[in-house]
């Protein structure tokens, strides 16, 4: 099964050079290519195609599924990049409203709307987590706290570590650089993607 796959791929990426896929095509049948293909692969074990006019078929078949593939992928993508980016103003703004709304101490100066109180439970969960690290990670955690100016021996190291983070750290920031990574990761194709079978 996977030699008629494979064979069927070689012979629709050899068509698929540059240029007009069905020019290609027609020279390829034209220079008994499809011949050849249909006399060392004999259909026995898979089913493969018996002529060159049959190959030929097959091998347009499989560019026009390639390419409405690539439509199909390149719209999803633009759809993706297009959300993700009205994510990340949408949160910049937040985060602009939040220094308006909140005072430096955190305390809610105005009424906060539903978006901007989802925006800061996430805020504060996330600083809650970051502090958290003391008994998860004591070495990392004592190592930021050294590189923050903070003495990893007080009483309140964790109580300045997140006042600082909470007064120095954009988390607006934090999320956009997040969901460039992912997006990052499904725009680009891989190298073992392109050695898969």
């Given at each position: 099964?996977?030699r008629?796959?494979?064979?069927?791929?070689?012979a629709?990426?050899?068509?698929?050079?540059?240029?007009?896929?069905?020019?290609?095509?027609?020279?390829?049948?034209?220079?008994?290519?499809?011949?050849?293909?249909?006399?060392?692969y004999?259909?026995?074990?898979?089913?493969?195609?018996?002529t060159?006019?049959?190959?030929?078929h097959?091998?347009?078949?499989?560019?026009?599924?390639?390419?409405?593939?690539?439509?199909?992928?390149?719209a999803?993508?633009?759809?993706?990049?297009?959300?993700?980016?009205?994510?990340?103003?949408?949160?910049?703004k937040l985060?602009?409203?939040?220094?308006?709304?909140?005072?430096?101490?955190?305390?809610?100066?105005?009424?906060?709307?539903?978006?901007?109180?989802?925006?800061?439970?996430w805020?504060?969960?996330?600083?809650?987590?970051?502090?958290?690290?003391?008994?998860?990670?004591?070495?990392?955690?004592k190592?930021?706290?050294e590189?923050?100016?903070?003495?990893?021996a007080?009483?309140?190291?964790?109580?300045?570590?997140?006042?600082?983070?909470?007064?120095?750290?954009?988390?607006?920031?934090?999320?956009a650089?997040?969901?460039?990574?992912?997006?990052?990761?499904?725009?680009?194709?891989?190298?073992?993607?392109?050695?898969?079978?």
């Open positions: 099964m996977m008629g796959v494979t064979v069927i791929a070689c629709t990426s050899c068509t698929a050079n540059f240029g007009d896929a069905e020019a290609d095509n027609i020279s390829l049948l034209q220079s008994t290519g499809f011949d050849w293909l249909a006399s060392v004999p259909s026995d074990e898979v089913h493969l195609p018996l060159d006019s049959d190959w030929l097959v091998a347009e078949d499989v560019h026009m599924k390639l390419f409405l593939g690539m439509v199909f992928y390149f999803l993508i633009s759809r993706v990049v297009a959300g993700s980016t009205g994510m990340l103003r949408h949160w910049e985060r602009l409203r939040r220094k308006k709304v909140c005072g430096v101490d955190g305390t809610f100066k105005l009424k906060a709307d539903s978006d901007l109180e989802d925006y800061l439970i805020r504060a969960f996330f600083l809650d987590k970051l502090v958290m690290l003391q008994f998860q990670r004591p070495a990392q955690f190592a930021t706290l590189k923050l100016g903070i003495d990893p007080e009483k309140d190291a964790g109580f300045r570590f997140r006042h600082y983070v909470a007064t120095h750290f954009a988390f607006s920031a934090y999320l650089l997040n969901v460039e990574a992912g997006v990052s990761d499904m725009i680009e194709v891989h190298n073992m993607t392109w050695c898969g079978p």
